[in-house]
Each structure stands twice: as C-alpha cells, then as structure tokens.
C-alpha cells in the first residue's frame, strides 16, 4: 500500500481515482475522515471497540457503493450519513445484547463515577449522562454541539427534518442539563 | 450563563476532544476494501443521470402553454385545500386564536415553571414562559402566529414534556415524546 500526501487533493479528485482503478487513493479519504467520524461515533456508540466496528463498516460500505455518491465534492457528508445509519443498527443491536447482561447500567455507571479519580469522574459522568438520552435525541445533539453542524446538512444526513432536529436538540440539552445536575449532587 | 447552562458547555468541550482509534484502523479499512469488489466507474455514470434527472432545471413555456399550466396548477391547489379541509386536519382547538395572536393555556397546580416549545419558537425553553393566573393552577401564554400548522408542546418544571389534552397529538411518530398541533388558518 503506498503513503498518500492528501493534502491538494479534493476529495473529488481522490473519488475519481479511486473509480479510476486506484484503490489506494481511497486511504486518502480514509485518512481523512477518520478522526472526526470516529469521535462521532465513539460518542454515539459509547467505547471506541464498537465505534471502530461500525466506521470500518461505513468506510467499507462507502467504497463498495462510492458510483452511488454523485456528488464527489461532499463525500464527507455523505459518508456521514452512511456512518450515521452504521451508527443506528450497531446501537440497536447493542442495547437488545446489553439488557440481557446488564439491568442497572445507570447505577453501574454512577459507581464507577464514584471510585474514580475527579477528572475521570467527570468524563464518566459526562459519558453516563450522554449514554442515557434517547439514540435519537443523542444523534441529533452531536450533529448539532459537538460536529457543528448546520440543521440543513443534519437534514440530509439524518433524513429527519428541520423541525423535528431542532425538537430532539432541545430535547437532548434539557436532559442532559438535568442528568448533569443529577450526577453532580450524588 | 446559568449553573446548568455552564455544565452543559463544559459537557460539549470535553465531547469534542478527539479519540484514539487503533493504530492498525486504516490498514484493516484498506485490507477489507482490497479483499473485495472494486466500485464501477460505469456504475457512477449510471447515478449521475439518474441524480440529473431528479433535479429540478428551468423549463421553457410559451405564453399559451404558460396559461394552460397556471390553470392546471390553481385547480390542483383547490382540489388540495378543499380534500384538506375535508378531512379535518385544521381545528385549532388547542386555542384561542384572536387574529394572528394565539393563547395557550394548560393547568399545572403543581408547576412552578411552565414554558410553550414549538416549531415557532425552534423549541427553546426561554422564548415563551407561561404566566401562572392567579391561584387557580392555570398557566397562560400569548403567541403571535403566521398562519399554518404548528408543532407544540408544554414544558413543565425545566424537564417534563407535555403535549397539549385539548389539541390533536402530533401525526408523525417521528418524536420520541407527546407534541401537540394546532394550525392557524387566515383570519
């Protein structure tokens, strides 16, 4: 596999070497979406092993249908969307496997916060709080806070309007604002 | 900025720090990839015409032809209104409409904080605080509306979301807690 300076290279350049032939060039856009896809993730997903499970999947999937992006300029865009759907059957099937091991995963959760020292606490805490919002209502907040996103492209990338993202943003603030709150007077 | 508010920014920071993925990721990506089918050129051309022939382009008209499509498009747009207005989907029964200006009302004794969220106001807890009526648990708020169809709902105590008992719930299922619609027709 050769190195691949990607930097000049738009990403529709690189989309139409790689549906030139050039399977290599797709490490390019692999290098660079990895990161921020994999933060979406993680924080979706919660632990970075299922994070890498359904970005590798996205990634896979986005090459395998790569003619299907006509739009090569905005690759990054639609590859969210891809991780975003990754994101929802990976969740799904976790959440069906984790309530046959786990009953109080809250509880759990807030002993682990705990025993830990302040700054892992208040990162745990931070994750606990987010793990407990709605997938819905998580997806839709860190499109919006944490990948800054406008709600147009949270429109094309979820398929959810405008109206109700900006429902499961508020919704998801006013949680966590109360799961925090929750968490710190423990 | 509030107690809560400043958690919450303090939240979103710690959220965009970035992670650590394995250092062997884009290798197992690139050998995955490799160990597949490649994406057919041909194939992109296909989606191309197909994503061309979905967009929307200027169309020439002559001024006859351009008479005959207004009059196709206003009959369209009255047989719509009038199947809509048939099947009852716009009673404001939620509220009191006064021309543009619309109350809400909702009773919550037990309140001591009741905001209105809606599609008007992109559902912010802050635009719209309810005014408790004097003794009686009744929790009021005026609104000026545009006609058309709102989402709405009642936030109760900071936290708790309530759609409106007098008003038609929301038709989709597309939120995950209860809404409310009303819709302001032309007054």
Redesign the interface.
């Known amino acids: 596999m050769g190195i691949y300076d990607v930097k000049g290279e738009s990403d529709a350049v690189l989309v139409e070497r790689v549906l030139a032939g050039e399977t290599d060039a797709y490490a390019g856009l692999v290098a660079r979406y990895r990161d921020r896809l994999g933060r979406y993730a993680v924080r979706m997903l919660g632990n970075v092993a299922d994070a890498e499970e359904a970005l590798q999947d996205a990634f896979v999937r986005g090459y395998r249908s790569l003619a299907r992006c006509t739009d090569p300029d905005r690759f990054g865009a639609w590859l969210f969307g891809i991780l975003v759907n990754r994101c929802r059957t990976l969740g799904k099937q976790r959440a069906r496997r984790h309530n046959l091991v786990v009953h109080n995963e809250p509880a759990v959760a807030k002993a682990a916060v705990a025993h830990s020292e302040d700054r892992d606490a208040t990162r745990e805490a931070i994750e606990w709080a987010v793990a407990q919002i709605s997938a819905t209502n998580r997806e839709a907040f860190l499109l919006k806070y944490v990948e800054e996103l406008s709600y147009d492209e949270m429109t094309v990338i979820t398929g959810a309007s405008v109206s109700a993202l900006k429902m499961r943003v508020a919704r998801a603030r006013e949680d966590l604002r109360r799961l925090l709150a929750e968490v710190e007077s423990d | 900025m509030t107690e ?2 400043g ?2 920014e303090r ?2 920071d ?3 720090e ?5 250092h062997t ?6 050998a ?3 160990s ?6 041909w ?2 051309r ?3 015409i ?2 061309w022939l979905k967009r929307g382009r200027p169309v020439s008209v002559s001024p006859l032809g351009g008479l005959a499509l207004t009059a196709g498009i206003a009959l369209v747009a009255l047989l719509g209104r009038s199947m809509l207005e048939s099947e009852g989907q716009s009673t404001p029964v939620a509220a009191a409409a006064y021309g543009s200006v619309v109350q809400f009302v909702i009773v919550e004794p037990a309140a001591t904080a009741v905001s209105l ?1 809606g ?1 008007f106001n ?4 802050a635009a719209n605080p309810m005014q408790r009526m004097a003794g009686n648990g009744v929790w009021s708020v005026t609104v000026p509306l545009t006609p058309g169809r709102y ?1 709405y709902a009642f ?1 109760v105590n ?2 708790i ?1 309530l759609s409106d008992p007098s008003a038609p719930p929301t038709l989709d299922d ?4 209860p ?1 409310s619609v009303v819709t302001i027709g032309e007054l």
């Open positions: 809560g508010n958690r919450l939240a979103i710690a959220l965009k970035p992670v650590q993925l394995g990721f884009d290798q197992r990506v690139m995955e990839i490799e597949g089918p490649e994406p057919r050129a194939a992109y296909f989606w191309a197909l994503d969220v599609d992109d559902w912010s807890a989402r936030l900071g936290s979301w597309e939120f995950g807690r809404g």
